[in-house]
Nanobody, 116 residues
Framework: QVQLVESGGGLVQAGGSLRLSCAAS????????MAWYRQAPGKQRDMVAT????????YAESVKGRFTISRDNANQNTVYLQMNSLKPEDTAVYYC?????????WGQGTQVTVSS
């Protein structure tokens, strides 16, 4: 059983920063990639950032230059999302995803609210 636990969400003013963390545990072999997605009320879940096992990163255009995805050097099953210069439109539930051997796993989500 694979579990992902996100943390670090909260309420922040526009222009502020937050760092999200995601720790994956369980029977995990041959990770392909980890990612952060987000879903705002009434909208679909969209990709925010991804990082492969080779640390190749990819970002949504709306967050480029403001968000940084990274993996823990000591524990490759842990991924972070550093979010700077936050905007009200970044408000959403953020989900951590793990992609292994053709399957995907998701955390329960963490709420990020950016006030104007």
């Amino acid at each position: 059983q694979v579990q992902l636990v996100e943390s670090g969400g909260g309420l922040v003013q526009a222009g502020g920063s937050l760092r999200l963390s995601c720790a994956a545990s369980g029977r995990i072999f041959s990770i392909n990639a980890m990612a952060w997605y987000r879903q705002a009320p009434g909208k679909q879940r969209d990709m925010v950032a991804t990082i492969t096992i080779g640390t190749i990163t990819n970002y949504a255009e709306s967050v480029k230059g403001r968000f940084t995805i990274s993996r823990d050097n000591a524990n490759q099953n842990t991924v972070y999302l550093q979010m700077n210069s936050l905007k009200p439109e970044d408000t959403a539930v953020y989900y951590c995803g793990l992609f292994v051997g053709g399957r995907d796993y998701w955390g329960q989500g963490t709420q990020v609210t950016v006030s104007s």
